[in-house]
């Protein structure tokens, strides 16, 4: 997931604290993050949680939090 976010939003390297519109997110890239977690990694995300503008790590938790089934591997991987 955070390759999928860093490269979507074309994050500076380490500037994970940098939020969604910080990094210029628009509509486009919310449903090209959320579309993108779904295909490579089989969770569903609601495209609203981008709207509440998190940076990196508040998005990450927000898509475990309402994740179903097991997680394990997938932050540090994707």
């Known amino acids: ?4 976010w ?3 939003l074309e994050m500076p390297p380490g500037r994970s604290d940098l939020t969604f ?3 210029q997110g628009q509509s486009i890239s919310a449903v090209r993050i959320t579309a993108r977690i779904e295909d490579e990694l089989g969770l569903i995300v609601d495209v609203g ?3 509440d503008d998190p940076d990196l790590d508040t998005f990450l938790d ?3 939090e309402g994740a179903h089934g097991s997680c394990a591997g997938v932050r540090e991987g994707g």
């Open 1 to 4: 997931m955070t390759r999928i």
């Open 21 to 23: 519109f910080e990094l």
């Open 6 to 8: 860093s490269t979507v």
């Open 49 to 51: 949680a981008l709207f």
């Open 62 to 64: 927000t898509v475990f």
